[in-house]
């Protein structure tokens, strides 16, 4: 038996300059050793850099950027000095109470969680004393830095926390807006999911010379590609995709079709079938492929049946389920659908029909891979009446967008305030120039049209429908 190492592993919290109160909150909460996104991003950020970091849920990046706050916070010093902003109330809930947890040892703490969908009221009553940290939603926090009942003067920390999901809810300009409102010198510390193009953009825009902090993930969450290969009968084929479809992958699947028309006809098909499924082809009118996209990316299309070319304007590649209805023509457009799939942590399933007359081209296939296809067989069942198989979103239309300066705030605001929907219940909001797009839970959907019909965003009356 070795004498305990703890103290001197590099991943011992005590490596970390911190204050001895926070020291003892984190051995309090049972943490040993820092996580791998803990231990990268904890030196910088303790320096005051401004951090970009990848991290998901469970990573232990809450632990991290709390006590990079709490260990810069003054407690002395009454006034705003860091601002923690989340996509949703329920997120904003468990972030606030962690950072409590940590500053446990640290008296006078005032930490204030700032939320839409809560009644402004009480909110305004607990702003009468600056609170040294706030967390919250950007439309609440926005609010509040324009009517002044929060002052971001003295911010020397501003978290974006799941920075990716703000963007999704359009919560871009609310942060930009916010960031103009708080003190101009302050660190900036970003945490994402993902890295899409708009992430870099934002962290372009309001980080200064940030590190860059990507944990690789460990070797069993890689994202990881399993193939399979599944030989139909012409006749079939439908029924053989119609079944592969239901149960939880097909929430959110991309079905490839070699043809334009079989992309429409396949659609029409797996539609009648009771499943969520849109057509997408180089036919279509520009504004017909734009809704495509938006209610297959906002969730409120289950299955996307596309050719190869339409399928490039999508913004989306970690899918959980890919399926070539025909074998593609060659191994490189293969490959390329396939890479549609597998999204970290899970593995991402691409199946392929193939009819005995595309053998042929999955040889080809096999052979350019330099290994055997794994083919499977599928027992299919008897044919089934309606399975219904919907997406759990569906989407609104308001014939309003930028040209009418309506922002995604107004309408998460809309439905959170008068439709009483919760801010969980609302999906990704799409503003084009004249028309907005809100996905909404499926089961609400008729009642936040009925609220949105008769109340109003933005004080002013616009045409509301559903899409699909
Ligand atoms: P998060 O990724 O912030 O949602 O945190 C995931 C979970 O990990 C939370 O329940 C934390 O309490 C826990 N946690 C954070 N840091 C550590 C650590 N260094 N050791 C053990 N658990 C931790």
Redesign the pocket.
Known sequence: MGLPVRSCRMTA?TTLPLKPALLAS?QA???????P??AQSLPPMLEGRDVIAQ??????????FGLSLLQSLSVETIRLQALVLCPTRELAD?VSK?IRKLAANIPNVKLLTLCGGMPLGPQLASLTHDPHIVVGTPGRVQEHLKRGSLHGGGIQVLVLDEADRMLDMGFSEAIDDIVGRIAKHHQTLLFSATYPEDIREVSRRLQRDPVEITVAAPADTKPAIEQRFVEVDPARKLDALAQLLTGERGQHALVFCNMRRDVDAVALELDQRGFSALALHGDMEQRDRDEVLVQFANRSCAVLVATDVAARGLDITALPLVVSYDIAHDPDTHTHRIGRTGRAGQTGLAITLCTPREKPKADNIEQVLGQPLAWHALKLSAPRGKTLNLAPMKTLVIDAGRQDKLRPGDILGALTGDAGLKADDVGKIDVFATRAYVAVSRSLASKALERLRAGKIKGRNFRVRTLG
């Not at 909460?29 to 996580?35: I, P, R």
């Not at 991290?55 to 991290?64: D, L, M, P, V």
């Open positions: 919290f984190v909460l049972g943490y040993d050793e820092m996580t996104i803990q991290a998901q849920t469970g990573s232990g990046k809450t632990a991290a468990q962690s």
